[in-house]
């Protein structure tokens, strides 16, 4: 079964690149503390309930599919990976870093240390690693023939990857409920 190449992006794909952005404009525009914290809350939990079921729920059923499923499965992944993933953790890292600012919680504490070190950790795989397959798959997509193997393979570990940030995940959320406390 040969994988359609058809329209792997269109409109919706910018519109999940760009409400978040926008959200977090209003929100600083505004400087209303409710809503910047809403847009951190809700563009964070949503980041890591996306990594929570790629990695907990897609790994698995990833693993008993065949390749060409696959193939069609991670393609029909590719706009929300290559655009509202990577919306969604710098609007939340970005939210969380004025949040912060604004209540005046000292930078060298070390719990913000601590969320500091986990962002980076979360950042580097997810805009190191995670971001630039996302483009390399989309680049074989758009071939005449693409490498359905290469598409797997790159698609499977960007689900691993994404897997892997639950660890980080729960981390960074124990760290931001301790703050919410104090």
Known sequence: ?????????????????????LALAAALQ????????????ITGGTWAGIDLFMGLVMSRVMRSLLPEARAEIIKKLVPIMLFFMPALASVAITAGIYLAG???????????????IIVVILGVQGFGFI?????????ELRKDKPNLDKIVKL??????????????????????AYLATV
């Not at 079964?1 to 952005?21: E, K, Y």
């Not at 698609?155 to 931001?176: D, E, H, R």
């Open 131 to 139: 971001l630039p397959n996302e483009l390399r798959i989309f680049l």
């Open 102 to 116: 604004w209540l005046g919680l000292d930078f060298l504490s070390p719990p913000i240390i601590a969320a500091a």
């Open 155 to 176: 698609g499977m570990k960007n689900i691993y990857l994404s897997g892997s940030q639950t660890i980080f995940q729960i981390a960074i959320i124990f760290v931001m």
């Open 30 to 41: 505004t400087r209303s503390l409710l809503f910047l914290d809403y847009v951190h809350v």
């Open 1 to 21: 079964m040969p994988i359609r190449t058809a329209r792997i992006v269109g409109p919706t794909s910018i519109l999940t690149l760009v409400i978040p952005v």
